[in-house]
């Protein structure tokens, strides 16, 4: 499974951006994806993560939560976040996960990472 990520940039307090991340692959054993960020002298940390079946929930970090929105585009083999009001400790690079199985195991696929900056 490759991820490929898009998005990101240069945007100030308040402000939005959207992320998109597109899988390739064997993306028929992908069993969810999402967001992860890592800002500078941090640990990198779960942003966001849902289910490519339907009917699952989507999971977000506490610290999102109301303002992130993950959505999938499964026709496109595509997920995306949303992301509003956004606030200088957003200010991270973002990767892209999936995690995907061969049937007797899982495994992580991670995007190239994006840089956001919240900034004035």
């Known amino acids: 499974v490759q991820l490929q990520a898009s998005g990101g940039g240069l945007v100030q307090p308040g402000g939005s951006l959207s992320l998109s991340c597109a899988a390739s692959?064997?993306?028929?054993?992908?069993?969810?994806m999402g967001w992860h960020r890592q800002a500078s002298g941090k640990q990198r940390e779960l942003v966001a993560t849902m289910p490519i079946a339907s009917g699952g929930r989507a999971i977000y970090a506490d610290s999102v939560k109301g303002r992130f929105t993950i959505s999938r585009d499964n026709a496109k083999n595509t997920v995306y976040l949303q992301m509003n009001s956004l606030k200088p400790d957003d200010t991270a690079v973002y990767y892209c996960h999936a995690l995907y199985t061969n049937g007797s195991a899982f495994y992580d696929s991670w995007g190239h990472g994006t840089k956001v900056t919240v900034s004035s």
């Open positions: 692959g064997s993306i028929f054993r992908i069993n969810r």
